[in-house]
């Protein structure tokens, strides 16, 4: 099982997400958890992430 984490910045509210992140990349709303969860492939994941880092 994955370990969730969340960013540091997010520490400023509470509104913020948690990320798994391993072969696949799950992703739910700390004040949600027991709603679940969506999975994205790590490959997808990772092209958000560089396409933000771009912005």
Not at 13 to 23: D, K, L, R
Not at 34 to 43: D, K, Q, S, V, Y
Request: charged share 30%; aromatic share 8%; net charge negative.
């Amino acid at each position: 099982m994955n370990d969730w984490h969340k960013s540091s910045y997010s520490d400023r509210g509470a509104n913020c997400v948690e990320v798994a992140e391993g072969t696949e990349t799950l992703v739910r709303d700390t004040q949600n958890r027991e709603l679940g969860h969506l999975t994205f492939p790590a490959r997808e994941w990772a092209a958000l992430l560089a396409r933000i880092d771009r912005l």
